[in-house]
């Protein structure tokens, strides 16, 4: 219950009142809508990561696959002097920035990721690498999908609490206030009618 004691009612207190509920509710609306429109951008997304990870998930087990047979070829010792100088460096530099905010990457790969001879090593290797060296694209894809996930999860729960704010708090608050003031301008309205027909009442008897 509003603490209606505190305002004044006034016929420009109801005004004022009625103009604040006015806007509230066109708040309420548009963020009704904003909050659709997230909710319909999320699941699709939610689905793409889920297919993104999967497809992910799936490189990794093939490139781990070919390095445990890689290892069964040749000794582990031979594999691991094989990658004791890697030759290739991976840059990032942010391109731009979603409307949530999340920032989106550029990968810069530079060298030769089969940098070891080919005597020591074996072609599973070779197939390892490769597949680490083309993963890297989707999982920078999948982690970048993941933070635009919880940003716009984080935006709808944002804008269901402001919504609920206005649907079930600041308007009916308001209403009770335009409830309020609209009764005290009537027992105003009622009392002031009653006084001249008694004013009447009085000069017609004299």
Known sequence: MPRIIQFNP?????LKQKKRLETAQ?????????????????????KEVRQLRKKVEDK????????????????????????LMPSV???????????????????????????????ESNWKLDEGIRSFYDILVS???????????????????RTRRRVNALEHIFIPQIKEIVKYITMKLEERER????????????????
């Open 26 to 46: 066109r708040a309420h609306d548009l963020l009704e809508d904003k909050r659709d429109e997230l909710i319909q951008r999320f699941f699709p997304l939610v």
């Open 60 to 83: 990794l087990k093939k490139a781990y696959m070919d390095f445990q047979i890689a290892k069964m070829i040749n000794w582990e010792r031979e594999i691991e002097e094989c990658l």
């Open 10 to 14: 006034t016929r420009m207190e109801l």
């Open 191 to 206: 009392a002031h009618i009653i006084n001249i027909m008694k004013v009447k009442e009085l000069m017609e008897e004299s």
């Open 89 to 119: 460096k991976c840059n990032l530099e942010i391109s731009k920035f979603t409307s949530l905010g999340a920032p989106q990457f550029e990968i810069k790969i530079e060298g030769e990721p089969l940098c070891y001879g080919f005597y």
């Open 139 to 157: 999982l920078l894809e999948l982690a970048q999908k993941e933070e635009e996930v919880k940003r716009l999860a984080r935006e709808i729960e």
